[in-house]
């Protein structure tokens, strides 16, 4: 009998601290939710009146969410709603992770965090001017933050999985004529075009 109460004392206890883990766990996720969805209204509040000046499209993506990219979205649902019009600038939040120069043209490197890209890598290469750059380099040393969020207005020339042509070299060094394309990574999507303006949003963290 003891035995017997003993065994339930100690599944009562266990069920107990199960109830209680995942009500703790829960409740974590209910903040986290709450904290993100307050961010996101403020993040909303900032880009508006910066989106109005370029007459820049605002929910692009409204049509991919909740979509699963592994699935649902092709690249081609990407171009349409990124390039509905060659002259209508979208906005691009993401995180700021590369400023750089190639000859006389200079880029910021944008990774973007979007619910219907699960298990993509989303990047923007977005040409920039010259003092564009430099204060882009400028207010990310002076704030101090690794990767910032940013906010881009952009106008999208293309996006596609990039390629790169893949040849044999024979003994002598030279390359033989059976060169082809081949995708580099399926997980990857890459967005080109020019950003117009752009500010800080904040560190993300």
Known sequence: MRTEYRMMTKLSVGVALLIGFGCSKAGKNDVFKIQEERRQEEIRAKVAPFAARYH????WSKGLENRNMERDVWTIMVQDALMM???T?????GELQDVA?????????VGLDATWAEGKHIN???VCSESVARLAVEMVDRTNFI????????K????????????????KGTSDE??????VDGDLLSIEGECLDWILLDSGK
């Open 101 to 109: 120069r190639d000859g006389d043209q200079y880029y910021l490197t």
């Open 85 to 87: 019009s060659r002259d």
């Open 124 to 126: 923007l290469r977005a």
């Open 147 to 154: 990767e910032p969020n940013v906010v881009l207005i952009v």
């Open 89 to 93: 600038p979208v906005v691009i939040v």
């Open 156 to 171: 999208v020339r293309s996006v596609s999985q990039p390629r790169f042509k893949t040849a044999k070299i024979s003994r």
């Open 178 to 183: 059976s060169a082809k394309t081949v995708i």
């Open 56 to 59: 820049a499209v605002v929910d």
